[in-house]
């Protein structure tokens, strides 16, 4: 499935667009339920580990990066901040330390959701507050992270949507 991946450092600006071969609400849940995001938000052989997750305006996602020694190797926290469902929704990121204390500067996500023809296509836009930090994240790879992060989501919603088939 086809996928744009543009860092606009002029701007701060990382743009992302990836369209999946599965509904639009398979994908909206595995992009806003703990127990799908934990099996693909983390690059192999990385897993993602989430402490707190209350989707909605004013909550947030609290989790781990987990090595596959079972290592918490980084922290980050999410505030949702607007969700139209199954279309649109919004959260401040950043990383924070094992107490979920922020550290700021963080980024503004904008994740979009359209369907066509069975296919979901999702636009996300992430506005950092420094070139630092948009620097900072590069450096942590997470142009190479992020792209493994969407294969692995792609890889997932194949095994639900076998699985949703095999039970029919």
């Known amino acids: 499935m086809q996928m744009d991946f543009i860092v606009d450092k002029e701007t ?18 595995a992009y806003t339920k703990a127990e799908l995001l934990d099996q693909w938000w983390a ?33 980050a926290v999410q505030k949702y901040t607007s969700i139209t ?18 550290e700021l500067p963080g980024s503004d996500w904008d994740l979009s959701f359209s369907e066509h023809e069975g296919k979901t296509k999702v636009s996300i ?10 620097e900072r994240m590069i450096e942590l790879g997470f142009v190479e992270g ?19 088939e095999t039970k029919q």
């Open 146 to 164: 992020a792209k493994a992060q969407l294969k692995n989501l792609e890889e997932l919603l194949a095994k639900l949507l076998r699985a949703k």
């Open 43 to 75: 690059p192999k052989p990385m897993t993602s580990r989430t402490k707190v997750m209350d989707f909605k305006v004013g909550g947030r996602r609290f989790y781990a990066m987990v090595s596959p020694e079972g290592d918490e190797l980084g922290w």
């Open 125 to 134: 836009s992430i506005y950092n507050e420094s070139l630092e930090r948009l």
């Open 12 to 29: 701060r600006t990382v743009s992302i667009t990836k369209e999946f071969a599965a509904e639009l609400s398979l994908v909206w849940d």
């Open 85 to 102: 469902p199954k279309t649109n929704f919004k959260f401040f990121n950043a990383f924070a330390d094992k107490d979920e204390n922020p």
